[in-house]
């Protein structure tokens, strides 16, 4: 497990968010009111941290083309954009209605209707949040929340008229 990731405050939220509701601890107001306020914010707040990072790399690739550079490349970028676009958009519903199949026949199709299109959805902002944190470079993973965005609006229904019971 990579350091980012266990010092990481979206970890420890999960982690203790999860204990708080397994345990039913009673969080004081003061607390829980402050906590939805940072809630409220926090979707958006990430959604503008990845219109930054965009930002940044339409500026570079401008400034290379100006400058008459070649556009920086980096090795296998169109690769792994196809795969995490690609895995998240196609493989991770496909594989989860087969796991489900196999291990859950029986499931009550609301459930196996959530856990599809769970699957099924864009790239999150965690995401963006997690590789910038571990690795110091989120713009692929920017982009590819962009992208995912964009194309759930094709994937989605389709997946949904294949899928879903």
């Known amino acids: 497990m990579r350091n980012a990731l266990v010092y990481n405050p979206v970890t420890w939220a999960m982690i203790l968010g999860g204990a708080v509701v397994i345990w ?4 004081p107001s003061p607390v829980n009111s402050t906590v939805d306020m940072l809630a409220a914010a926090a979707a958006p707040g990430a959604l503008f941290t990845i219109g ?3 930002r940044r790399t339409v500026q570079r690739l401008r400034q290379h083309r100006s400058s008459g550079a070649s556009t920086p490349k980096r090795r ?3 690769a792994a954009m196809l795969i995490m676009v690609g895995g998240k958009l196609l493989l991770l519903p496909m594989l989860t209605v087969g796991i489900l199949a196999l291990v859950a026949p029986q499931m009550d199709p609301l459930w196996f209707n959530a856990a ?3 699957a099924a959805m864009p790239t999150s902002a965690t995401a963006y949040i997690m590789a910038q944190s ?3 470079d989120g713009e692929p993973t920017a982009l590819a929340i962009v992208i995912t965005c964009i194309l759930s609006l094709l994937t989605l229904p389709a997946l949904a008229q294949l899928f879903m019971h």
């Open 116 to 118: 599809v299109l769970m």
């Open 76 to 78: 296998g970028s169109a």
């Open 134 to 136: 571990d690795t110091g």
């Open 24 to 27: 039913h601890v009673q969080v």
């Open 52 to 54: 930054l990072s965009l």
